[in-house]
């Protein structure tokens, strides 16, 4: 395995307060859960290398305070990243139509034009859903928009859900290469075409 | 050629089966032989393929299979060159085609060759190499294997005649072995002579392919005539003697140099002759086209594609062929290589400005350094001022200033900097009623605009400027002064006037134009951003100055508190602006519910957060007025992001960056105090972060609300709860301000002053680089050319990533400018062949496709022949070309006049045309010649140039009955 590093992407979390945006990413990073997650304040990053198809990628992950008034302050973050990790807690119906929402705000202050976007419905452990999978899904379809369901308490899905998001932002043209890469990703692209197929099928990615 | 005998040595070999002492010669061809098998074109019973099409042998793709093989040690290369058989689904039957006519045997090869379709294809040569092959032209073929040296080879060409008789033995005996019946040559002689010699035998028919090239013409070869005997008497036919009559293809090429009249070329704007007059129109727009005429010769193929040799005469005393009377006529185009254009000429100026070393004292020395002290307009002034000035009028004296102080010192002269910097701020011309170039209104909400065609082909990914705003306009115009007003130094000086501008209208408060409102657009260029962060400090400080200006008016008016009196302007404090209404508001709040203390009265209130009131009070919850957010450009934000970046990814990392984030927390939490007496946390996250606040289901007793903070927000040592317990009650305005507009603006306006002309030129480079590939687009539309659009999307999505990723490297941009370079060209040879052609508007499909055609293919027919318009079109410019000649030949004649009868007699061929520079026949006939009785096909392809005489000659032999 090769172990200097492809290239590295920034990727950003967004959506409303409480939806557990840290709590899916301390569950990406160092595998722990809090059910008291200190709530953000403006931005924070963690950062993961994580191998894919032989290649060794950086993450920086910057995640963001959902509150209303930190908005004026976050989107400067936005910039340059080539994904977007959109969550929604399916145990609030509020939290997902407010997605709408946050589309256009990545829309207006992200500075790539095909930044990689996934919706993710998270804390599918609990039981007083109100979103259902169908629900996010059209969501995702109507918006192109990767999609996946997960729960930061129990690990589903958020592995899937960072490593689809990077496998799409990788096969994307033009959104994460410099030019020296561009050779790197040749044949990068020639080994992972295949078993992209595959991890979208079996992780029920949706685009 | 004894090739029987040959035949008999090798069977005798072959019957011993001892190959060990097997000569050079032997082991040649058997190499050849395993390689027409391995090419599979050993089969004999292949059967016979449809003809080609007209244009086909040229339109197709022909691939070619190559390999190496040795002579002894001479190496050879043999390559295999064939049409492709992408046919339009018709199916090959073919079978028919030879079963049908038994009487004649045919073979592939000499069917082509006889096939009239493809006669004179163009042919395209690229590094002496020809496309096709060179013989696919001579002889019409579309198959055909070529030995020539191969490139490592010690020799690199056969000349000696032996030699070349080996080879053609070799072929000889190998193709008969194989059964092959594509014809096989060997090229001879130097390369460029492109001399080949060839073979091709099969079903008793032996064809031979010879080739003379003669540097001097002998008299009687010069013509049809002449030709015709020739090729007669090398098929031993009398001329008279019965048989069919030769069919002869002939094609007349006449060059045209001299313009004249239609010579096209585009010249740059010229502002000297514009002086004071200089429009919108020259300074907005980016020139384009070429500046030279860029097609170097036209030549005219009449074509005669197939005649009897009876029907026409081309003698020396007469001709019948003149190019009017021809069937078809074809246009060929030679273009100026690399010809110069405007637009890719600014573009490389300007990167050649972006590589320059010079510093801005360099250019401008004293003139900048008499100049430096800008006339310092403090804010105690403007406030101390009655009115805030007219702007039309404070500018103008800003010029008027200027123009005093400077004479006539700097590079550009004042009168073509004046219509320039009321370009760039036309708000601040006043010498007219209406602004003569204002920005246009959608600049400041280009999501409303619907981008023309031209904007939507290369789309909005540019890092570039709202298109016309004013730092395209700076683009443009710099892009004019490097090329028009004086060059590099003209350059450092209109960046040092923008700069100037720029300080004074900060100075006086006066917004900049042409940007569009609001915080600094990260999709725009670093200049844009620096340009709305600038608008945005001059924003805030004229909103601090004008609130500072009302407070001072009410005071004066009505009797207020002390407290709006100690409202005194300080730099220090977060002012916001307060209108009157609120200020009414709050005392009639005051008046009616005069529950709060002096030391403890609500300030800085918005409004009521709905219906919610406090929880340990009856009173309602107000929303504070907060600190405005502060705006940034990227650069900046990078900076910020590489801070939160280096304090790493750790928990320590974490609680610094949470440290460093809640400035605007405290500065919120202290503004909600302020306006919320007696308020607490809980209240505060009701407005601040309601899903923190979890509300019992059950109402309390009394009706009142009850609830309690989220299990988070009670994590002991949190910020928020830490937070809560220091903040003061401070409204807004008394904060420490969070945007420091004095400061960002200083450092704006630092960083464009200290910047150097190459500096500059690369801030400047995106916006300018969108522009021209804009003018680009709005070039090549109309033209239609296939191909093109696309080749222009290509360019600018190329360009586009490297703006994205801010490439530094110049000749990265380079290389776009040297593709923009390209297309201006190609667009610049379509309109001067237009204007040649077909002048006028409303160019049908077919004309622009001619026009298109041209430019790219090696010759295009001329739609109509002759007789069309475009046909007369070019008999006038060779007319014209024609009667200059003549003139000067006059004007020579008077001095000399044993030259008359010479010329008297060039003036007589033809009126029009001038002698042909290329002749070219075919002649054809299938006859039995010599001592067969069997009718065989014959052809003989002549090339009559300046470079002398070359007949190609494919001469069929019966071999059953030699």
Same mark, same amino acid.
């Given at each position: 395995m090769d172990d200097s590093v492809l290239t590295t992407l920034k990727i950003l979390i967004i959506g409303e307060s409480g939806v557990g945006k840290s709590s899916l990413l301390m569950r990406f990073v160092d595998n722990e859960f809090n059910a008291d997650q200190a709530i953000t304040i403006g931005v924070d990053f963690k950062c993961k290398k994580i191998s894919l198809n032989g290649n060794t990628i950086k993450l920086a992950i910057w995640d963001t305070a959902g509150q209303e008034r930190f908005r004026t302050l976050t989107?400067? #973050? #936005?910039?340059?990243?080539?994904g977007a990790i959109l969550v929604y807690d399916v145990t609030k119906k509020e939290s997902f139509t407010k997605l709408e929402t946050w589309l256009n705000e990545l829309e207006t202050y992200s500075t790539k034009s095909n930044i990689v976007k996934m919706v993710v419905g998270n804390k599918i452990d609990m039981e007083n859903r109100e979103v259902s999978r169908d629900d996010g899904m059209k969501f995702a379809r109507r918006h192109a928009t990767l999609f996946i369901e997960s729960s930061a308490k129990t690990t589903d899905g958020v592995q899937c859900a960072f490593e689809e998001l990077v496998q799409k932002i990788i096969q994307t043209p033009g959104l994460w290469e410099t030019q020296e890469e561009t050779s790197k990703r040749a044949a990068f692209r020639a080994s992972s075409d295949d078993d992209a197929q595959q991890s979208s099928y079996c992780c029920g990615g949706y685009f | 050629m004894s090739s029987s005998t040959i035949q008999e040595d090798l069977d005798e070999d072959v019957y011993h089966c001892d190959f060990t002492t097997a000569s050079e010669w032997e082991i040649f061809i058997a190499r050849l032989e395993e390689i027409i098998h391995e090419w599979k074109l050993s089969s004999s019973n292949a059967n016979l393929l449809k003809p080609l099409k007209p244009g086909q042998l040229s339109s197709r793709n022909w691939v070619s299979k190559c390999e190496n093989i040795m002579f002894a040690d001479f190496q050879f290369s043999i390559t295999r060159y064939s049409l492709t058989n992408e046919d339009d689904g018709e199916t090959p039957e073919s079978e028919n085609l030879r079963d049908n006519d038994d009487e004649n045997v045919k073979l592939q090869a000499l069917e082509d060759m006889m096939h009239i379709d493809n006669d004179f294809i163009p042919v395209v040569y690229n590094d002496n190499i020809s496309h096709p092959h060179v013989l696919a032209r001579l002889y019409s073929l579309r198959e055909f294997i070529v030995i020539n040296p191969s490139s490592s080879a010690v020799a690199k060409y056969i000349a000696e005649e032996s030699k070349i008789k080996i080879l053609l033995s070799s072929i000889c005996i190998a193709i008969n072995n194989c059964s092959c019946e594509v014809p096989v040559f060997i090229q001879a002689l130097e390369p460029w002579r492109n001399f080949h010699l060839g073979l091709c035998e099969g079903r008793g028919i032996r064809a031979e392919f010879e080739m003379v090239h003669l540097k001097k013409v002998p008299q009687d070869c010069k013509h049809l005539t002449g030709l015709l005997n020739v090729f007669k008497s090398r098929l031993g036919m009398m001329s008279g003697s019965e048989g069919e009559p030769v069919r002869v293809s002939a094609k007349f090429s006449y060059s045209l140099t001299d313009w004249t009249s239609y010579s096209w070329s585009q010249e740059p704007p010229n502002f000297e002759l514009l002086q004071g007059e200089i429009g919108v129109e020259e300074l907005g727009t980016l020139p384009f086209g070429a500046s030279m005429e860029p097609v170097s010769e036209l030549i005219l193929h009449a074509v005669w594609p197939e005649f009897l040799e009876t029907a026409l005469v081309d003698s020396q005393a007469y001709s019948d062929l003149e190019p009017q009377r021809a069937t078809n006529w074809f246009l060929s185009a030679r273009m100026v290589d690399e010809p110069a254009c405007l637009l890719s000429e600014y573009m490389f100026e300007i990167l050649e400005l972006c590589r320059s070393q010079h510093s801005m004292h360099e250019f401008l020395g004293d003139f900048m350094q008499q100049d430096s002290g800008p006339p310092l307009t403090t804010p105690f002034d403007v406030l101390t001022e009655s009115k805030v000035p007219n702007i039309g009028k404070v500018i103008g004296q800003s010029f008027g200033h200027s123009r005093r102080d400077r004479s006539s010192r700097g590079p550009i002269s004042n009168d073509m900097l004046m219509p320039i910097l009321y370009f760039l701020f036309p708000d601040a011309d006043n010498s007219q009623d209406s602004v003569r170039s204002p920005y246009p209104e959608t600049i400041g909400n280009a999501m409303n605009r619907e981008p023309n065609m031209a904007e939507s082909t290369i789309g909005n990914g540019f890092k570039s400027a709202p298109i016309d705003g004013l730092v395209w306009r700076l683009a443009v115009v710099m892009a004019h002064a490097v090329h028009t007003l004086g060059g590099t130094k003209a350059a450092a000086h209109l960046w040092y006037e923008f700069c100037q501008e720029l300080r004074f209208r900060w100075n006086n408060g006066i917004k900049i134009p042409g940007v569009a409102p609001g915080f600094p657009d990260l999709k725009m260029c670093l200049l844009n951003q620096k340009l709305q962060m600038l608008n945005c400090c001059i924003e805030r400080r004229n909103a601090v100055t004008n609130a500072a200006l009302a407070s001072a008016k009410a005071s004066g008016n009505s009797d207020e508190s002390e407290e709006e009196e100690e409202e005194e302007e300080d730099d220090e404090f977060y002012d916001c602006a307060m209108s009157e209404e609120d200020v009414a508001k709050q005392t009639t709040v005051e008046k009616s519910k005069p529950i709060h203390s002096l030391w403890n009265r609500p300030v800085g209130r918005l409004c009521r957060h709905g219906n919610l009131k406090l929880l340990n009070s009856d009173e309602f919850l107000y929303i504070p007025i907060t600190q405005e957010a502060t705006p940034k450009t990227e650069d900046q934000i990078d900076e910020d992001a590489e801070v939160l970046l280096n304090l790493g990814s750790d928990i320590q990392g974490s609680e610094l960056r949470t440290q460093l984030m809640s400035a605007s927390l405290l500065s919120d939490i202290e503004s909600f105090k302020a306006a919320n007496p007696g308020a607490v946390l809980e209240d505060f996250i009701r407005w601040y972060s309601p899903r923190d606040w979890i509300e019992d289901k059950e109402p309390g007793e009394d009706g009142s609300v009850k609830g309690t903070l989220s299990s988070r927000m009670q994590i002991p040592g949190n910020p928020w709860l830490e937070i809560w317990s220091v903040a003061k009650p401070v409204p807004a305005r008394r904060q420490n301000r969070l945007f420091d507009y004095t400061r960002e603006a200083e450092k704006v306006l630092h960083r464009l002053d200290l910047s150097q002309p190459s500096d500059a030129a690369r801030l400047l480079l995106c916006p300018l680089l969108h522009a021209s590939l804009l003018r680009l687009v709005q070039q090549a539309l109309p033209i239609e050319m296939p191909g093109l659009i696309s080749a222009i999307k290509h360019i600018s999505s190329k360009a586009e990533t490297l703006f994205r990723v801010c490439e530094k490297d110049i000749n990265r941009y380079a290389e776009i400018c040297k593709e923009v370079a390209h297309a201006e060209a190609m667009i610049g040879q379509v309109a001067s062949l237009e204007h040649k052609l077909c002048p006028g508007t409303g160019q049908t499909w077919q004309m622009k496709k001619f026009l298109s055609d041209l430019v790219v293919e090696p010759e295009v027919a001329v739609p109509g022949g002759p007789h069309s318009d475009i046909g007369k079109r070019i008999k006038s410019m060779f007319a014209e070309a024609r009667r200059v000649v003549l003139m000067t030949n006059e004007a020579d004649q008077d001095s000399s006049d044993g030259e008359k009868s010479k010329s008297k007699s060039s003036g007589l061929h033809?009126?029009?045309? %001038?002698? %042909?520079?290329e002749k070219e026949f075919i002649l054809r006939v299938r006859a039995a010649c010599q001592n067969s009785f069997l009718v065989m096909p014959h052809r003989l392809t002549v090339q009559l140039g300046p470079n002398g005489i070359s007949m190609a000659g494919c001469f069929s032999q019966d071999t059953t009955f030699q």
């Open positions: 989107p400067s #973050y #936005y910039r340059d990243a080539q | 033809g009126a029009i045309f %001038p002698k %042909p520079t």
